[in-house]
Antibody, heavy 125, light 108 residues
């Protein structure tokens, strides 16, 4: 079955960088894009970006474009999220989620069908 | 601010029906998906392609779409349906993605 397993909690100081990993199993890794989503304490879901695990293509929300990098390691079926120059506003649970597509009438509509358990990133001095 | 607008909270009596809506210009072009998030848990897909239900999701969950509004309906709400519900779709430019602000459903 499809599984998405994330790395453990992180505690970082302001100005530092963090890297969160997301290891996929149970399906053909390179055939599915992967999203990253975050949720600050008591807040809603916020889309960060998407990576094509079969190529170098990435797409980032404008808010994060200057300090986010997403990457993949196909040999281990793992995607990574790196976020630089952290502030307290980056304190959140970070989720990866697999992208699937519903296609009808020649058009495909994406959705997030399998989510990791989340990684808590705390930014504090 | 989110490009997809949801009511912050709704309540429903046990066994009754509740409809949650999501409004946004992009919904005229792109189908929405819906996610249930219970306290302390990761989100769970409950509807995709506006009205398709994944395997394992109870039939009391249904989706629909008209114009700029997508809807999630729970028919015969159960206590375990108490959760936050988020819609998701493409943004107005069609390139990236956006979540609605979320609706908290309370089952009384």
């Amino acid at each position: 079955q499809v599984q998405v397993e994330q790395s453990g909690a992180e505690l970082k100081k302001p100005g530092a960088s963090v890297r969160v990993s997301c290891k996929a199993s149970g399906y053909s890794f390179s055939n599915y894009f992967m999203h990253w989503v975050r949720q600050a304490p008591g807040q809603g879901l916020e889309w960060i970006g998407i990576i094509n695990t079969g190529s170098d293509y990435t797409g980032y929300a404008q808010k994060f474009q200057d300090r986010v990098i997403m990457s993949t390691d196909a040999s281990t079926s793992t995607v990574y999220l790196q976020l630089r120059n952290l502030t307290s506003d980056d304190t959140a649970i970070y989720y990866c989620a697999r992208d699937s597509r519903f296609c009808t009438g020649g058009v495909c509509y994406p959705y997030l069908d399998s989510w990791g358990q989340g990684t808590l990133v705390t930014v504090s001095s | 601010s989110s490009e997809l607008t949801q009511d912050p909270a709704v309540s429903v009596a046990l066994g009754q029906t509740v409809r949650i809506t999501c409004q946004g210009d992009s919904l005229r072009t792109f189908y929405a998906s819906w996610y249930q998030q219970k306290a302390g848990q990761a989100p769970l897909l409950v509807i995709y392609g506006a009205k398709k239900r994944p395997s394992g999701i109870p039939a009391r969950f249904s989706g629909s779409s008209s114009g700029n509004t997508a809807s999630l309906t729970i028919t015969g709400a159960q206590a375990e349906d108490e959760a936050d519900y988020y819609c998701n779709s493409r943004d107005s430019g069609g390139h990236f993605f956006v979540f609605g602000s979320g609706t908290r459903v309370s089952v009384l």
